[in-house]
């Protein structure tokens, strides 16, 4: 007489029985991983797929100098709290663009953060409100001045390198999508 293992609660089975099922369903699924994790497709997909969108920040001045930043987007919450953490580095014209829904007093802090930066806060018109430094590791809060809707990180040093001053308008265009 045979028994069906699919509708049979784990609690019924010997503890032989049992044991041996859950010992197979370990070994499957360490299976399936390591053929996941071998198999060259697999990683040539995920290599071909973009780590974030990207959006060019454009600054606009009263002069025809075209000042940009290229900058990885964080709209969801989990990007937002994690934002430039662990990052031993940023390249030149990049940076980091966060995206809120609603105007408000926006705060930042530097936890795991290993680079020092500046941030350009930017209220719903797209005009630059405030600028200030943030120093790597630093847990104190850095706020917006006035309501802002979006905030840019970028290497310190980087808006006032590049003439970016508050005031100025911001236009994004997307890179990717």
Same mark, same amino acid.
């Given at each position: 007489? $045979? ?15 049992? /044991?041996?099922?859950? =010992? ?25 797929? #973009? +780590?974030?969108?990207?959006? &060019?920040?454009? !600054? *606009?001045? @009263? %002069?025809? %100098? &075209? ?10 919450? /989990? *990007? ?13 014209? @990049? $940076?980091?663009? !966060?995206?809120? &829904?609603? #105007?408000?007093?926006? &705060?930042?802090?530097?936890?795991? %953060? ?6 350009? !806060? ?7 409100? %405030?600028? +200030? ?6 847990? @104190? =809060? =850095? ?13 310190? $040093?980087?808006? +006032?390198? /590049?003439?970016? +001053? #508050? $005031?100025?308008?911001?236009?994004? *265009?997307?890179?990717?999508?």
């Amino acid at each position: 007489m $045979g028994v069906n293992l699919k509708i049979l609660p784990c609690n019924l089975l010997p503890g032989l029985q049992r /044991n041996v099922l859950l =010992t197979l369903l370990i070994l499957f699924n360490l299976v399936i991983v390591l053929l996941s994790a071998c198999h060259p497709g697999v990683q040539d997909a995920q290599a071909a797929q #973009p +780590k974030s969108l990207i959006w &060019r920040a454009h !600054f *606009e001045n @009263s %002069t025809d %100098t &075209r000042i940009f930043l290229d900058c990885e987007v964080a709209s969801s919450e /989990n *990007e937002k709290s994690r934002g430039l953490m662990f990052r031993e580095s940023l390249a030149e014209n @990049s $940076g980091m663009v !966060f995206i809120y &829904r609603n #105007p408000g007093i926006l &705060r930042f802090w530097m936890k795991n %953060t290993l680079i020092p930066l500046d941030i350009a !806060f930017i209220d719903a018109d797209l005009k630059i409100v %405030t600028i +200030k430094s943030m120093q790597a590791h630093d847990l @104190s =809060t =850095t706020s917006s001045d006035l309501p802002a809707l979006y905030a840019i990180e970028a290497n310190k $040093g980087w808006f +006032k390198k /590049n003439s970016v +001053k #508050p $005031g100025m308008q911001v236009r994004f *265009e997307v890179l990717n999508n």
